[in-house]
């Protein structure tokens, strides 16, 4: 069936350090991936998308990686700051079925040590 | 220009009571999603709706919720004979046709 999931729960880094997240899918038909950022009491606040004919987008700081062959899309963060600090989702969409649907994973929290 | 906006911000009614959660979507969109999302939990998809139509309620629990976007007006999701599990934080989104989302800063209930 439909998933999105996220290999780890909590991801600790220094300040300074880059951040990896990761995140796997299974629905084939899925074609456009979004990264979210939500941080405590707030809604999800988009980070950066990717569609499926591309397989590296580059936005401020951030870097999505799509992998379609094994289903993995990952999030890098370049010189993680404390304000970084939030949960972390990826998202799936099947565009071309036009159903506005996304799947969400189960988040990853960030954890930032000054 | 203003993002989404949802009203309540924290809605509290007791069992049986009923809930009206309120979403102003973006200027320019035309779609709007409802999510649910329990503690600890990724948002689970819920309803999507344009403009006096609905488009997929593929994630609606069968009973008690509704949903409406109206030609005028905010979108309105509806909880009738709110049970103690219907707490949760429900966001709303907007996007023009098939582009970005957008979330709103949710409306947290609770059922006492």
Known sequence: GESVGLHLPT?????GDNSIINCAYSNSASDYFIWYKQESGKGPQFIIDIRSN????????VTVLLNKTVKHLSLQIAATQPGDSAVYFCAENAISGNTGKL???????????? | NAG??????????RRGQEARLRCSPMKGHSHVYW?????????????????????????????RFSAE?????????????????????YFCASSPPTKTQYFGPGTRLLVL
């Not at chain 2, 906006?5 to 924290?10: D, E, F, I, S, Y």
Request: glycine share 8%; proline share 7%; hydrophobic share 35%.
């Open chain 2, 35 to 63: 999510y649910r999302q329990l503690p600890e939990e990724g948002l689970k998809f819920m309803v999507y709706l344009q403009k006096e139509n609905i488009i997929d309620e593929s994630g609606m629990p069968k009973e």
């Open chain 1, 54 to 61: 591309m397989d590296k987008r580059q936005g401020q700081r």
């Open chain 1, 103 to 114: 799947i969400f994973g189960q988040g990853t929290t960030l954890q930032v040590k000054p």
């Open chain 2, 69 to 89: 976007f109206p030609k005028e007006g905010p979108s309105i999701l509806r909880i009738q004979q709110v049970v103690r599990g219907d707490s949760a934080a």
């Open chain 1, 11 to 15: 991801l600790s880094v220094q300040e």
């Open chain 2, 4 to 13: 989404v906006m949802q009203n309540p911000r924290h809605l509290v009614r």
